[in-house]
Each structure stands twice: as C-alpha cells, then as structure tokens.
C-alpha cells in the first residue's frame, strides 16, 4: 500500500528482456536503503513492483507482461526519470490517499497550461475509468496522488503544485504522452458493491 506522495525520482540504468517479462534496474540514491530490501514493494510510475535483487544504490525488478500490458513500463528505455515510493508502514504519515499500485489503464496528457505559480494538466482516460473520476475526488497519475479539479467527457483536469512538477515526473510531460492511472481505491470497491452478480 502507498499513499502517492513520492519521496525520490530515479533513473532507469537498463532493461533487460526475460522470457516475454522485463528486468529493470533502477538508480534510486534518494530512497533510505533501509526502505528498499529485497522482497520489499516499491511504487515505480505508480506501479507496485517487487525488489528482487540489489546493487549499491540499484535495485532490480521484475515487470509481467500483464503489467507491461496494462501501464506504460513497457515503454521506458535507459535514462528515463521514474517517479519512487517505498510501501507505507504502520504509523507512518498518510500524506496522500490509499494507493494500491494496482495501475487500472493508460491515459493521455492532452493540455497543460499555466495556472498562476501551478500547472494545470488535463488528461484523457478510456471511457470505462471516467465514471470513477469525481470532481474534488483523489487519482493517481504515474504514482502521484492529485485532487481532481473537474470532470467533462473523457477528460479531467488537475493543478500540480510548482513542488510537485520539482520532484516527480509530472514536470515533464509533454502533450499526448502516456501516463498511469489509478482510480480511488474507494471508488473500485463500492462499483464492485453495486455490481449484480449471478448466485
């Protein structure tokens, strides 16, 4: 479990194909290494992976086809900034909103424009995840948790902090690139609730 506030950004040093999976190696000097031991989970681009082995300020993680399928690390190469945050312990602040690192689809930056001292992004999702999207509702956009300024359509908008374009990746988009997407964990589960199912 994380909350989407990342702590470190850290920079893709290879990849390395697996038997139809991907390894990637990631340089993540801004993480406490006390939070980065082998089997533990990490959030990479908003996505939970595992850390399967380590070197110095490396770490090693595998990523399924399923993942590569559903979430945009099929797309990163060496050199790409990728947004980090360890897994959330008990008592530690909950500074975001609960985030699984279960990423549910790819969405699209479509305008981005300044907005006094913040940035105001507006991204397009897939039609079947806007009906969770709530204006004033929590999302996760490449692992940073965000407030939803409004909703229209196929689209929703969102302001970043100048803080936040700073530390994560956010800062660094460009129009019509992919990001990951993760809907309120909330939101899933009452759908879920609401769902007939056949006894």
């Known amino acids: 479990m994380f909350t989407g506030i990342v702590v470190a950004s850290g920079l893709v040093t ?5 038997g139809g999976d991907l390894e990637l190696a990631i340089e993540a000097q801004g993480l406490d290494p006390a939070r980065l031991s082998i089997g533990d989970s990490i959030c ?3 996505v939970c ?4 082995r380590k070197h110095g300020s490396i770490f090693f993680a ?5 993942t590569m399928t559903k979430t945009t690390l099929g797309t990163l190469t060496a050199g790409s900034k990728v947004n980090l945050e360890p897994s959330l312990r008990a008592g530690d602040a909950l500074g975001g909103h609960l985030v ?10 479509r305008e981005a424009v300044a907005d006094a001292r913040c940035r105001r992004l507006e991204f397009e999702l897939p039609p079947e995840l806007m009906r969770f999207v709530a204006t004033k509702g929590s999302i996760c956009v490449n692992g940073v948790s965000l407030t939803v300024n409004k909703v229209a359509a196929r689209r929703f908008d969102v302001n970043v902090i100048p803080h936040t374009l700073e530390v994560t990746t956010l800062g660094e988009l460009r129009i019509d690139d992919d990001v ?20």
């Open 14 to 18: 290879a990849i390395a194909p697996k």
């Open 44 to 46: 990479v681009q908003g």
């Open 49 to 52: 992976l595992t850390v399967t």
């Open 62 to 66: 595998d990523a399924s086809r399923e």
């Open 100 to 109: 699984s690192g279960h990423v549910d689809g790819v969405g699209k930056l």
């Open 180 to 199: 990951n997407i993760e809907i309120d964990l909330i939101a899933r589960y009452l759908e879920r609730l609401m769902t007939k199912t056949e006894t």
